[in-house]
């Protein structure tokens, strides 16, 4: 454990403990002053371990980090927490590591051990890196209510009920199935988000609200996919194999959707909040209704969607689906 000690001005001098993975030699010296009105930091760390991202320019990292400081000149009552789980840190991998380590803990899953394995997957694997950049920049570009990059990793649930999936699927990937299984329960008990560690997700989703959201162990899920809170990709029998839906790239799935059974939702669709789900759906239509019927096809809507406009992106919930008439 390596000791970091704050140093207050005019103010009694605080201490804490912060994990060290046992494959770094880091050292960190944090230094925090507070002056009235403002409020200044200097953080020196030395680190034998660097991430892909930690040696070019990370902007999101950099952003972050000041939104952080910023945040705390402003709410001293969170100056604290944001230099523990922010600004003490060298890079985006290690503050989410020691973040979800805390979240995840019980008294029998010690938040140490977490962070080891949390810290270290993030720095073994290139595409989890880039994907949780993608992630944080899909919640902030098609979220209006999140109102920063700090603020989406630190309070979006379903944010970091993704990154802690990516590492049970890594886990899963690598044979380490009790592993994998033990850390889905605890996110599932944790976030309310219920994820098989078998399910594959792609970069740059949102899981919005995500408070009910239940995906099936053989589930794909592409890039730039946009999913809101009691959704559910489940199976349709107990039988093995392929049983999960495969949803494309920029699709758009609203709150309280079922889609069920081995299906394909192609590239740019969307579908209806509260439908259910058990046929294919065309890329660039729209399903709605129990059981779902398919828009915009065969020039059987009012309106066409264009390719270019990915609903997961714009967060249209409503266009075509005015349109229906039941």
Same mark, same amino acid.
């Given at each position: 454990?390596?000791?970091?000690?704050?140093?207050?001005?005019?103010?009694?001098?605080?201490?804490?403990?912060?994990?060290? &993975?046992? $494959?770094?030699? %880091?050292?960190?010296? =944090?230094? @925090?002053?507070?002056?009235?009105?403002?409020?200044?930091?200097? *953080?020196?760390?030395?680190?034998?371990?660097?991430?892909?991202?930690?040696?070019?320019?990370?902007?999101?990292?950099?952003?972050?980090?000041?939104?952080?400081?910023?945040?705390?000149?402003?709410?001293?009552?969170?100056?604290?927490?944001?230099?523990?789980?922010?600004?003490?840190?060298?890079?985006?991998?290690?503050?989410?590591?020691?973040?979800?380590?805390?979240?995840?803990?019980?008294?029998?899953?010690?938040?140490?051990?977490?962070?080891?394995?949390?810290?270290?997957?993030?720095?073994?694997?290139?595409?989890?890196?880039?994907?949780?950049?993608?992630?944080?920049?899909?919640?902030?570009?098609?979220?209006?209510?999140?109102?920063?990059?700090?603020?989406?990793?630190?309070?979006?649930?379903?944010?970091?009920?993704?990154?802690?999936?990516?590492? &049970?699927? $890594?886990?899963? %990937?690598?044979?380490? =199935?009790? @592993?994998?299984?033990?850390?889905?329960?605890?996110?599932?008990? *944790?976030?309310?988000?219920?994820?098989?560690?078998g399910a594959q997700i792609g970069k740059g989703v949102l899981f919005d609200h995500a408070t009910g959201v239940v995906i099936g162990e053989t589930a794909i899920i592409g890039d730039n996919v946009s999913m809101l809170h009691h959704v559910t990709l489940g199976g349709t029998g107990n039988f093995s194999g392929d049983r999960h839906p495969r949803i494309g790239d920029g699709v758009l799935i609203g709150a309280?959707?079922?889609?069920?059974?081995?299906?394909?939702?192609?590239?740019?669709?969307?579908?209806?909040?509260?439908?259910?789900?058990?046929?294919?759906?065309?890329?660039?239509?729209?399903?709605?209704?129990?059981?779902?019927?398919?828009?915009?096809?065969?020039?059987?809507?009012?309106?066409?969607?264009?390719?270019?406009?990915?609903?997961?992106?714009?967060?249209?919930?409503?266009?075509?689906?005015?349109?229906?008439?039941?």
């Open positions: 454990m390596t000791t970091h000690t704050l140093a207050l001005r005019d103010c009694s001098y605080l201490s804490f403990q912060l994990p060290s &993975s046992s $494959r770094s030699r %880091g050292r960190s010296l =944090f230094n @925090l002053t507070f002056r009235k009105p403002r409020l200044s930091a200097s *953080v020196s760390h030395a680190s034998k371990n660097h991430s892909l991202h930690a040696r070019q320019v990370d902007h999101i990292w950099e952003e972050l980090r000041r939104e952080a400081l910023e945040q705390s000149e402003h709410e001293p009552y969170l100056a604290s927490y944001l230099y523990a789980t922010v600004l003490v840190h060298p890079s985006l991998e290690r503050s989410l590591a020691f973040h979800l380590a805390n979240k995840l803990a019980n008294p029998t899953l010690l938040s140490s051990q977490l962070f080891t394995l949390f810290w270290e997957t993030f720095l073994e694997d290139p595409y989890i890196q880039e994907a949780l950049r993608a992630d944080i920049e899909a919640f902030k570009e098609r979220d209006p209510a999140c109102m920063s990059y700090v603020h989406g990793m630190l309070n979006y649930k379903g944010f970091l009920a993704c990154e802690a999936h990516r590492i &049970s699927h $890594r886990l899963w %990937g690598q044979g380490r =199935f009790a @592993l994998a299984i033990a850390l889905q329960n605890r996110i599932s008990e *944790v976030f309310h988000v219920d994820i098989h560690p309280g959707a079922i889609l069920l059974g081995s299906i394909t939702v192609g590239d740019g669709a969307k579908v209806g909040a509260c439908s259910l789900v058990l046929i294919d759906v065309p890329p660039h239509t729209t399903a709605v209704g129990v059981p779902a019927k398919i828009l915009g096809h065969d020039g059987k809507s009012v309106a066409t969607a264009v390719k270019d406009e990915l609903p997961a992106l714009s967060m249209d919930h409503t266009s075509l689906i005015l349109d229906y008439i039941i």
